[in-house]
């Protein structure tokens, strides 16, 4: 099993960066009044939960592909340098968030749903989605490796952000049901990993354009 | 185009009473007197060629189903470096030739007509461009659209200059088990997923498939977007050449003689293999959806065979990796990416760690393979590269293809960096024998190929032709363990 999915320490924080937006959604619903605005704990969770398993691939492409005593270890640097790029997006969240702190939650979200179902639709988008199995070579051993490996990371994490920031960033600064949270997951990774979510790359703006609706009219 | 029939149309005996045979275009016409079946192919496309752009039955737009500058309905359909390559191909053909039938019926006959191959893995004169590709014009006096002008092919291709054996080899795919699958080495390519990294086109897509298309075609203009010169080394005008259509019928040849030969090979049983729909034209202009478990026996599905399927002799010993476990190693490999123009030789790097595995990669219970990974290439130079380890041959590879790899708009299913691949395990167990195998001085070469010159005439030098660089951003070794070794 472990030999199958060498990367089942990576699986596992990804069901605890889960379990830790569980907790943390659940205390907010119990809490009495909620204010928007960026945790960087959250985001850190968030990035691990929502952006972690559609990269898998690259990681296992990382794994393969280094000599056996390196698998490990070129995996985490891999990783590593990915995240960092999403932790990076985190401080424009932060930015966000203080500029958008007096703006009702309620119009924020419209907003942010609005922005990212324009974005669905952008040149840019359609692009990252098709360069999501780009590599970059990777030398055998030595400070060469871990550079390449760094390299790899940052690439897919630029490109990763450049597919999903509008809704993440929405995610960062307003406080969203884990449902919800879930199935933007679910998008996110569909996307990039299946024939039936590329082609809903287009439809998925009406699914956010909806979502606005029903928040500017429901609330 | 209206409705879509159903495939079961197509079922061979709706049409006919009795199986068409493809024939080797040089059994047909080993001289200069026009074959019927042959000069029939050459009027019909004169005849396809006059027809409007927009009529999917005319040349241009057949060519563009293939792929295109352009887009349309219909178009850029091609699958190339997925498993889908030998059935798509397939189905194309199929279409083609009922297009070009129709437009022979009409003009005469021969009342058999068949597609006709070019096997050039044979020795001269077959494997030189069949003459009616070179004769400018038909027996009535028009032009023959089977020659193309100046330029459309390799010069010396052209002229009559022989393929080399290495290009028309088909051998590294015959001795393949697997049609998919069980590592890279594969006979139709890997599984065709949204994202797979690295992703191996089959062997025999690599060789002669890819070789050919380029040594036919020969370089094309830097950034050149239409179809005037070497059309084949372009994925976007090959179907234009009329000589592709043939080329292809040899590879579809190929897919049959390989599971002639036995020994466990057979076609994927996997559902998303045998479901997947592809859509085509019919000679009505009807649109035809087929799925790939339609078309898997051309007699009684397609009626029709080749004059020839005997499986090759199967000589050298089967393949080491293919009864490998998948679980394989990286063991070696360049440690920076290699840019060329010319013949270049760069250290595989062998880290400490991986340098007993390494040693014992001529054990028989070991089996390794060479990967050339991450290439990059504006545009395919139009000369084939061959692949040396320690000074051995390897294999040959070409950059067909690249083109729509590099398109960052087109979804072309995540492929961009295929991955060439080679079983070296019996030329490291030669190596070793010979006192050649050193984890301290392995190495592997890269020649860029010059094409060849005009019978007769000087070969132009490598320096000559301005080659634009490539890149190769790793070359790796990886070894595979045995399925039975502890
Ligand atoms: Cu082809």
Not at chain 1, 11 to 37: D, N, Q, S
Not at chain 1, 79 to 93: D, E, H, P, Q, T
Not at chain 1, 178 to 200: D, I, K, N, P, S
Not at chain 2, 13 to 26: A, F, K, L
């Amino acid at each position: 099993m472990i030999q199958r999915y060498p990367q089942w320490w990576i699986a596992g924080g990804v069901v605890a960066a889960w379990a830790g937006l569980a907790a943390t959604t659940l205390g907010h619903a119990l809490g009495p009044v909620h204010h928007h605005g960026f945790d960087p704990v959250h985001w850190t969770l968030m990035c691990v939960a929502m952006a972690v398993p559609p990269n898998l691939p690259a990681v296992r492409h990382v794994y393969a592909n280094s000599i056996r005593v390196r698998r490990q270890w070129a995996s985490g640097v891999y990783l590593a340098a990915y995240l960092a790029v999403w932790l990076g997006l985190g401080g424009i969240a932060y930015l966000v968030g203080l500029v958008t702190a007096d703006v009702p939650e309620r119009t924020v979200a419209v907003a942010g749903l609005g922005v990212a179902a324009a974005w669905q639709v952008t040149r840019a988008k359609r692009r990252a989605v098709l360069a999501c199995a780009r590599t970059v070579p990777l030398p055998p051993a030595g400070r060469r490796a871990d550079a390449a490996c760094v390299r790899f990371g940052l690439r897919q994490g630029r490109r990763c952000v450049v597919s999903c920031w509008p809704l993440m960033l929405l995610m960062g600064i307003v406080a969203v049901p884990l449902a919800a949270m879930a199935a933007a997951a679910v998008l996110m990774y569909a996307e990039e990993r299946t024939t039936a979510g590329r082609r809903l790359v287009g439809s998925a703006v009406v699914l956010f354009s909806a979502a606005a609706t029903a928040i500017a009219v429901f609330g | 185009m209206t409705s879509a029939a159903q495939s079961d149309h197509y079922d061979g005996n709706s049409q006919e009473d009795q199986v068409r045979v493809r024939r080797d275009v040089w059994g047909l016409m080993p001289g200069a007197d026009w074959d019927p079946t042959v000069l029939a192919y050459a009027k019909a496309v004169q005849v396809m060629q006059a027809r409007p752009a927009t009529d999917p039955r005319s040349w241009s737009y057949q060519g563009a189903i293939h792929s295109a500058f352009v887009t349309g309905p219909l178009m850029n359909q091609c699958q190339h470096g997925t498993w889908f390559f030998l059935a798509w191909h397939r189905m194309y053909l199929y279409f083609f030739e009922r297009i070009v039938r129709a437009n022979v019926d009409a003009h005469g006959g021969p009342a058999d007509f068949a597609l006709p191959y070019w096997n050039y893995d044979q020795p001269a004169p077959a494997n030189t461009l069949p003459l009616a590709f070179r004769t400018p014009a038909l027996p009535d006096g028009s032009a023959n659209p089977l020659m193309l002008a100046p330029g459309g092919r390799s010069a010396g291709i052209a002229g009559g200059a022989q393929l080399r054996p290495q290009d028309t080899s088909s051998a590294a795919a015959m001795l393949t088990t697997a049609f998919v699958g069980r590592g890279p080495l594969s006979f139709g390519g890997d599984v065709s997923l949204p994202v797979r990294f690295a992703r191996s086109a089959g062997q025999l897509e690599q060789q002669p498939h890819n070789i050919i298309h380029t040594v036919v075609g020969g370089p094309r203009p830097r950034g050149a977007t239409d179809c005037r010169i070497g059309l084949m080394t372009d994925p976007r005008c090959a179907a234009l050449d009329p000589i592709f259509w043939l080329h292809h019928a040899n590879i579809d040849r190929l897919w049959v003689t390989w599971l002639a030969q036995g020994g466990g090979r057979s076609d994927p049983t996997d559902a998303r293999w045998l479901n997947q729909r592809f859509t085509f034209v019919d000679e009505h202009g009807a649109l035809v959806n087929l799925t790939v478990a339609d078309i898997l026996d051309t007699v009684s599905q397609l009626n029709y065979r080749y004059d020839d399927q005997t499986p090759a002799a199967v000589t050298a010993p089967a393949p080491r990796v293919m009864r490998m476990a998948p679980d394989e190693e990286l063991v070696a490999a360049t440690d920076q990416p290699v840019t060329l123009a010319g013949p270049v030789t760069a250290a595989l790097v062998v880290p400490g760690s991986t340098r007993t595995r390494v040693q014992r990669l001529a054990d028989p219970i070991s089996a390794a393979y060479l990967a050339v990974d991450d290439i990059e290439a504006a545009q395919n130079p139009g000369v084939v590269y061959d692949l040396l380890l320690n000074d051995a041959y390897v294999g040959t590879f070409s950059l067909f293809g690249i083109e729509l790899m590099n398109d960052p708009d087109r979804d072309h299913e995540g492929v961009p960096g295929l991955r060439h691949t080679f079983d070296v395990s019996a030329i490291v167990t030669t190596l070793e024998a010979d006192g050649r195998w050193d984890p301290d001085e392995l190495t592997v070469t890269v020649v860029p190929v010059a094409p060849a010159p005009v019978p007769g005439a000087r070969a132009a030098g490598l320096e000559e032709l301005g080659l634009e660089p490539i890149t190769l951003g790793r070359i790796s070794l990886f070894a595979v363990e045995s399925e039975t070794a502890a």
